[in-house]
């Protein structure tokens, strides 16, 4: 059979490219990772030709018996890592995942509570221009003026929107999420309460961010971020969602299949496997310890040079800074990093006086540079290039010189 380069040299010089960015830029966006060899084998590999629509011992189709036992290994795996009793492997996507749950345990028109998306919230968690906010009701809580999470003013929304299903979790949002504070304020008002922690999954499991295990009734992560699996996602069941409802774990399971999806993605559960039993490992948790070091040591940096860190800095993985002070907006201040080779996002801030194409802010990560082996000392140099960008953003002969500075920084990695 022949190789790629052969079949397509179209798509063999697109990944060799893509190779070459990923390995000449600082990637800095904080939903991005670099996955293991093992990952990409996995991902790879001969399962990606199976079909097998349904669940392991219930399929539709013949010749599953490895595809089950991969499935199951998967499952246990996951159920092991994050000290649960149910989890399901098969959501394609957070996105998917996210309504997946919704509608195995809402109906048309009840009420979604949730972290409005400028202010670090998720499309899939009720915005306006997602599908999740064309069956369900949406009401949003915010983050107070210090950039952080305010309980005592969620629990009053709460107890006056009345929801049922409280969501937290975030993809900009820097702080520890308290998640006994929404588990008590979920009881309070009778509801399910649900934690996306598709960004801080790895910080978990690493040791460096609480669980939210004995809080949440679900949990929904994706695979590919701070994980440093492949794109995919997983919908967990806990022991506390079990007691309030015995039968959530099935109705998520129809909710999946048949309910939104056909045959799942085996090679990508394979590869998912993988990356469980990578986070299982010490050196796991040595690399997560390094991405929070990495995080603060750069927020400390870009508070020195005069940037606005939201919330004031960092306990994670994600730095989000307000450019409003600095006279550039985040689009075009993300455009000049990626000129001279940081990639970053564009990101609404919370009181964005701008909108979701010319947002304030930008967001700023440190998964995938640790992942290549960077350090405190390389977050300085980064820092220090930011500034410098920041300072001189129309002088095309210094950002010339500034990008010759990042690429000796990724040469050494």
Same mark, same amino acid.
């Given at each position: 059979?022949?190789?790629?380069?052969?079949?397509?040299?179209?798509?063999?010089?697109?990944?060799?490219?893509?190779?070459?960015?990923?390995?000449?830029?600082?990637?800095?966006?904080?939903?991005?990772?670099?996955?293991?060899?093992?990952?990409?084998?996995?991902?790879?590999?001969?399962?990606?030709?199976?079909?097998?629509?349904?669940?392991?011992?219930?399929?539709?189709?013949?010749?599953?018996?490895?595809?089950?036992?991969?499935?199951?290994?998967?499952?246990?795996?996951?159920?092991?890592?994050?000290?649960?009793?149910?989890?399901?492997?098969?959501?394609?996507?957070?996105?998917?995942?996210?309504?997946?749950?919704?509608?195995?345990?809402?109906?048309?028109?009840?009420?979604?509570?949730?972290?409005?998306?400028?202010?670090?919230?998720?499309?899939?968690?009720?915005?306006?221009?997602?599908?999740?906010?064309?069956?369900?009701?949406?009401?949003?809580?915010?983050?107070?003026?210090?950039?952080?999470?305010?309980?005592?003013?969620?629990?009053?929304?709460?107890?006056?929107?009345?929801?049922?299903?409280?969501?937290?979790?975030?993809?900009?949002?820097?702080?520890?999420?308290?998640?006994?504070?929404?588990?008590?304020?979920?009881?309070?008002?009778?509801?399910?309460?649900?934690?996306? $922690?598709?960004?801080?999954?790895?910080? @978990?499991? =690493?040791? !460096?961010?609480? *669980?939210?295990?004995?809080?949440?009734? &679900? #949990?929904?992560?994706?695979?590919?971020?701070?994980?440093?699996?492949?794109?995919?996602?997983?919908?967990?069941?806990?022991?506390?969602?079990?007691?309030?409802?015995?039968?959530?774990?099935?109705?998520?399971?129809?909710?999946?299949?048949?309910?939104?999806?056909?045959?799942?993605?085996?090679?990508?559960?394979?590869?998912?496997?993988?990356?469980?039993?990578?986070?299982?490992?010490?050196?796991?948790?040595?690399?997560?310890?390094?991405?929070?070091?990495?995080?603060?040591?750069?927020?400390?940096?870009?508070?020195?040079?005069?940037?606005?860190?939201?919330?004031?800095?960092?306990?994670?993985?994600?730095?989000? $800074?307000?450019?409003?002070?600095?006279? @550039?907006? =985040?689009? !075009?201040?993300? *455009?000049?990093?990626?000129?001279?080779? &940081? #990639?970053?996002?564009?990101?609404?801030?919370?009181?964005?006086?701008?909108?979701?194409?010319?947002?304030?802010?930008?967001?700023?990560?440190?998964?995938?540079?640790?992942?290549?082996?960077?350090?405190?000392?390389?977050?300085?140099?980064?820092?220090?290039?930011?500034?410098?960008?920041?300072?001189?953003?129309?002088?095309?002969?210094?950002?010339?010189?500034?990008?010759?500075?990042?690429?000796?920084?990724?040469?050494?990695?």
């Amino acid at each position: 059979m022949m190789n790629l380069k052969k079949i397509d040299k179209e798509f063999f010089d697109l990944i060799q490219k893509e190779e070459k960015q990923q390995l000449e830029c600082l990637m800095m966006i904080p939903s991005e990772n670099r996955c293991s060899l093992g990952v990409l084998e996995a991902l790879g590999s001969c399962f990606t030709n199976k079909y097998a629509e349904g669940y392991p011992g219930k399929r539709y189709y013949q010749g599953v018996l490895n595809s089950d036992k991969l499935e199951n290994l998967v499952i246990e795996r996951a159920k092991k890592l994050f000290k649960v009793p149910y989890v399901n492997v098969q959501p394609y996507s957070g996105s998917v995942a996210n309504l997946e749950i919704y509608f195995s345990i809402l109906k048309p028109g009840d009420k979604i509570l949730s972290l409005g998306l400028n202010d670090g919230g998720h499309l899939t968690h009720g915005s306006s221009v997602s599908l999740s906010s064309k069956f369900f009701k949406i009401s949003h809580y915010m983050l107070n003026p210090d950039g952080v999470l305010d309980y005592t003013e969620i629990e009053r929304i709460a107890l006056k929107e009345k929801p049922q299903l409280i969501i937290s979790g975030f993809s900009a949002y820097p702080r520890i999420i308290n998640w006994k504070k929404f588990s008590e304020i979920a009881k309070k008002v009778n509801c399910l309460f649900m934690a996306d $922690i598709s960004h801080v999954a790895g910080l @978990i499991v =690493g040791g !460096e961010y609480p *669980s939210c295990a004995n809080y949440a009734d &679900i #949990i929904m992560t994706t695979t590919h971020k701070t994980l440093r699996g492949p794109r995919g996602a997983m919908i967990m069941v806990t022991k506390k969602g079990l007691k309030f409802d015995p039968e959530l774990g099935d109705k998520i399971s129809k909710s999946v299949f048949p309910g939104m999806q056909g045959g799942p993605h085996l090679n990508n559960i394979a590869a998912i496997g993988v990356c469980l039993k990578e986070a299982s490992l010490d050196s796991f948790k040595k690399y997560i310890k390094q991405v929070i070091l990495n995080s603060k040591c750069l927020s400390l940096e870009l508070k020195k040079y005069g940037f606005n860190l939201v919330s004031g800095g960092t306990d994670t993985h994600l730095i989000l $800074i307000d450019l409003r002070n600095l006279g @550039i907006d =985040g689009k !075009e201040f993300a *455009s000049v990093l990626e000129s001279v080779g &940081i #990639i970053c996002n564009k990101n609404m801030v919370p009181l964005d006086t701008g909108n979701a194409n010319t947002p304030s802010g930008i967001r700023l990560g440190t998964p995938f540079l640790t992942s290549r082996g960077m350090k405190e000392k390389e977050m300085k140099e980064i820092a220090l290039i930011i500034k410098e960008v920041l300072e001189d953003a129309s002088n095309k002969e210094v950002l010339k010189k500034l990008k010759l500075k990042v690429l000796n920084i990724s040469k050494k990695f």
